[in-house]
């Protein structure tokens, strides 16, 4: 219990830098329950280790999202949900669709940018956000 109350405070001060440093926040429209779900049996849910499962427990990206989208909401701010697709693989550059890649860091096939893949996804997410909102800050 103090665990949690300890990370439910952490996302409330992280959302609050958020809503005051930026005035538009951008966010992949994910379902965030399938990446809390627990292997079934035939998946291999009898091997998972005490630390696996103690992770599980220590994040929840779902109520880091809601804490961040009530927060830019309580400063007047405005949040846009952008599906997921191929926001890691299409190139912010060039705009070639890359094949799927479990790397950290992917080089597109066509100009060759070398890019950490959460970076590229955050740059697509960007750059569609603007392209219905030109208030929407692009960064490096």
Known sequence: ALAERHRLEIYRRFAAWVAKTYREVVLENLVLTDFAKRPTPEQGAQTEDAALRRLRTL??????????LNAVARE?????KLPPAFTSRDCPDCGHRNPPSTDL??????????????KRAGRNLLLA?????PAVAQVP
Do not use: K, N, Q
């Open 59 to 68: 994040a929840a990206p779902s109520l880091l999202r809601l804490a961040v």
């Open 76 to 80: 007047g701010g405005r949040s846009t």
């Open 105 to 118: 860091l992917v080089v597109c096939e066509h100009c060759g940018l070398l890019e950490d893949c959460d």
């Open 129 to 133: 956000a603007s392209a219905s909102s």
